[in-house]
């Protein structure tokens, strides 16, 4: 079997168990184990810088693998047991000013995916190989810790900034934070932005003159208990995924805690729901403003009604958050009327 290194041959698998290096091999000076503690084996071969599964060799396997040949042989399987990616087929590429492009979607199908509150999966560059954003598990349920190489990858705050750790065995991690790079996801276009940092690599742009790195959606989130809540949203707020429900209320704000999860507000604050803090109408009443508290990862629907007839859009579509407040304010014209109601409506972006 060849073994796949940041896009070369590097090595032979036999029936021996033993590894053998491959002649005239760049990276014949990174030195790899003689021998595999593993029973089984699969034959690979490099197609456009992703890799085809042939043959497997062995027909049984063990529960153990040498870590390293773990790493290199199965970050391509892995990829493959994944969901599909989030990111679109053709707003795909992040470019590194000294290592080229990325494609964060290499397969056309695989790549990296966007959850709720991180990010999982590979991007790959034809000049340093996989980039591993996470595994999609992370230890406490909703976010990478980044403190060990078993729980790493990049998060998603409720603000869409980026934070934590991709890692790419030829250049070793890279960085999202905000300081300086600043990297973050707008939830209104699916549009990423600002730049990662690899020490052996430089500056990541997200975005770049030429190009756009757009994810198409946010995946639907895992929900193992099957009450309509996300378990990330679950273990972050209550670290347990049997707290909460359609008919619970943690802080008492006569707004259920899957409201609360629906609405991105704090299901442990009672100052924290969806509601409208403030009204305010000409005196024709045709014209009318409304201030609303709004979460920085929803957008709002304003709806207007007369409890007769099905509720209509007043006309401002879905509504981005104003930034840095706690509160937005829209103001619309509509026809005169005795009576006329008004409702406010939270969307979770970029999902369906």
């Known amino acids: 079997m060849r073994v796949a290194y940041g ?14 290096p491959l002649k005239n091999s760049p990276l014949n000076s990174h030195p790899l184990p003689k021998s595999l503690s593993c029973l089984w084996a699969v034959r690979i071969s490099a197609v456009r810088g992703g890799f085809r599964l042939v043959e497997r060799l062995f027909p ?19 990829m493959s047991a994944m969901a599909s990616s989030t990111i679109s087929a053709t707003d795909r590429f992040a470019h590194a000013a000294n290592a080229g492009w990325i494609d964060f979607r ?8 966007v959850d709720e509150s991180f990010l999982s999966g590979y991007a ?13 598990s992370p230890e406490n349920g909703y976010a990478y810790t980044n403190t060990s190489s078993t729980d790493y990858g990049v998060n998603l705050a409720p603000d869409g900034s980026l934070s934590g750790l991709a890692y790419s065995a030829n250049i070793g991690w890279i960085s999202f934070e905000q300081q300086w790079g600043q990297p973050r996801l707008d939830y209104s276009t699916g549009r990423f932005s600002g730049h990662a940092h690899a020490a052996n690599a ?4 997200l975005d ?15 929900d193992a208990d099957g009450d309509g809540i996300s378990d990330a949203w679950e273990m972050e707020h209550f670290e347990k995924l049997t707290l909460s429900s359609v008919s619970t209320d943690a802080d008492g704000d006569g707004v259920s805690d899957h409201r609360e999860y629906l609405a991105g ?13 403030s009204h305010n109408h000409d005196k024709d009443n045709t014209r009318t403003s409304l201030e609303f508290t709004t979460a920085p990862n929803r957008l709002y629907a304003i709806q207007q009604g ?9 006309g401002f579509g879905l509504v981005t958050p104003e930034s840095g407040t706690a509160t937005t304010t829209r103001t619309f014209f509509h026809p005169a009327a005795s009576k006329l109601f008004f409702r406010v409506q939270a969307w979770k972006p970029l999902q369906n």
């Open 124 to 136: 790959y560059a034809a000049n340093f190989g996989w980039i591993h954003f996470g595994d999609g």
């Open 7 to 20: 896009g070369w041959a590097v090595g032979e698998v036999r029936a021996s168990r033993s590894m053998q």
């Open 60 to 78: 049984s396997r063990s529960a153990c693998f040498h870590p390293i040949l773990s790493i290199l042989v199965f970050a391509f399987l892995a």
């Open 106 to 113: 290499p397969d056309g199908t695989h790549g990296v995916r």
């Open 202 to 205: 430089g500056w990541i742009a």
């Open 306 to 314: 007369d409890l007769k007839d099905k509720w209509i859009d007043a």
């Open 265 to 277: 507000t704090d299901p442990l604050d009672a100052a924290s729901h969806l509601r409208i803090v």
């Open 208 to 222: 770049t003159p030429f190009s756009d790195l757009v994810t198409s959606s946010i995946a639907a989130p895992a």
